[in-house]
């Protein structure tokens, strides 16, 4: 079959595709990956075929954006069940949500995707779950679309909540913004609305069953496997360290994006300097150049280029990330506690606040991450009970299906006929 993948421009959501496509391939069905121009290195550099299509226009608009739009209220979707959150808040984060995020991400995509679709006629289209322009594409020709989640499914669960508020007054809550620019994007395309276009026809969750969200949606539970790009094994990393090793990485995606990191690497580099535990900062030059400028490293502490998270982790005892999905989904499957210094974002708090209820680490806004709190997070990861959670989860990870046994199930999806 063929087998189109649409990832939002930035590499962490691509990255969680990777292997699904690469299963896809090896099993003989043909793969294609939609990307806006400039971000078509990224997906041949993952050995996907790559088609350009839209406009760079999104990326650059989205890195005019300051870091702290990460904590602004309607990017927090971590509220998204009833009791959570009120009828007049999940309107809002809708009605702000489409022009200034998803529009922004789908709207310089969507005629291109159409056009791509009616002329290479997928069947079957697995898309990122705020990539709607490609459920509108799928729609139009007809094709299952699945969405392959990043994050917990705050997505779906605002949506289900969204609906039973409405339910309760639908004399007064008539407004829907995604239904109305959804339908308004199918529309030029012949096609009407319906609610495939927000949720799809299954969704595929990486999650260990003990971390998700409830769900009434179809939903295709699969291992999660790390792709974090090129990768090698370096010399040092084969060694067994004589010393706890704590990762530190802030990822890419805010200093690309935004032009900043809204963690201080130099704030938590002091924390830890006291700490019997070998600190290593795997970070892009521009970070780099940031301690540098500081002073003077603390001498548990070394700087080394980014490196594969699925190589330096199973050496660690430990991780301090930005809350990113990948650092995060990594560190769940090597059975590393953690530590997420982050913003409120997308699924931040929640995804946090669930590794917290499971024993297997800490979250830590960070406007309220002081410096002792930083250390005393770190010296609490080392401990038994909260490395063992951290193994429990790992196991968990481990007894899903990996990307391999979806392709026959996906497959014979695709190929089923839509009513």
Not at 19 to 38: D, F, K, N, Y
Not at 264 to 275: E, K, W
Not at 380 to 397: F, H, K, N, S, Y
Request: hydrophobic residues 45%.
């Amino acid at each position: 079959m063929r087998v189109l993948f649409v990832s939002l421009p930035e590499k962490s959501h691509l990255y969680c595709m990777v292997p699904l496509a690469w299963a896809m391939t090896a099993a003989g069905h043909e793969v294609r990956v939609a990307a806006p121009p400039s971000f078509v290195p990224a997906v041949v550099g993952a050995g996907l075929t790559a088609v350009p299509l839209g406009s760079d226009g999104v990326i650059h608009d989205l890195a005019k954006q300051a870091p702290d739009s990460q904590d602004y209220p309607t990017s927090n979707w971590s509220r998204c069940e009833p009791g959570e959150v009120s009828w007049e808040e999940i309107r809002e984060r809708y009605a702000l949500s489409v022009p200034y995020g998803f529009a922004l991400y789908n709207d310089h995509l969507l005629d291109d995707l159409v056009a791509l679709a009616r002329e290479w006629r997928p069947d079957l289209v697995v898309r990122d779950p705020l990539a709607f322009a490609a459920g509108v594409a799928a729609h139009v020709v007809g094709a299952r679309q699945i969405r392959l989640l990043w994050s917990l499914d705050v997505w779906g669960r605002t949506r289900h909540t969204f609906h039973q508020l409405r339910a309760e007054d639908p004399g007064a809550r008539t407004e829907d913004p995604l239904a109305d620019w959804l339908a308004a994007s199918a529309a030029r395309h012949g096609a009407d609305f319906d609610e495939v276009l927000v949720d799809g026809h299954a969704t595929i969750d990486t999650m260990p069953p003990s971390l998700r969200l409830p769900s009434d949606l179809s939903t295709i539970p699969m291992r999660f496997v790390a792709h974090n790009g090129p990768a090698q094994v370096p010399e040092w990393v084969r060694r067994v360290p004589t010393r706890p090793r704590i990762c530190l990485t802030l990822g890419t995606s805010n200093v690309e994006g935004y032009g900043a990191d809204y963690v201080s690497v130099t704030s938590v580099l002091a924390a830890l300097a006291d700490l019997d535990v070998e600190v290593v900062a795997a970070l892009v030059p521009a970070q780099q150049e940031t301690v540098r400028a500081a002073g003077p490293l603390p001498d548990n502490a070394r700087l080394i280029d980014p490196i594969a998270l699925h190589v330096l982790l199973p050496t660690c005892a430990a991780i301090v990330h930005h809350g990113g999905y990948g650092s995060f989904a990594t560190a769940l499957a090597a059975g590393v506690p953690q530590l997420a210094i982050s913003t409120s974002i997308s699924d931040h708090e929640r995804r946090g606040r669930a590794l917290e209820r499971a024993g297997a680490g800490r979250f830590l806004h960070h406007k309220a991450a002081t410096p002792a709190d930083v250390r005393a997070a770190v010296a609490e990861l080392v401990t038994r009970p909260v490395t063992e959670a951290a193994a429990g989860l790992a196991d968990e990870v481990a007894a899903l299906s990996p990307p391999a046994a979806a392709v026959a199930g996906l497959a014979e999806l695709a190929a089923s006929v839509l009513v």
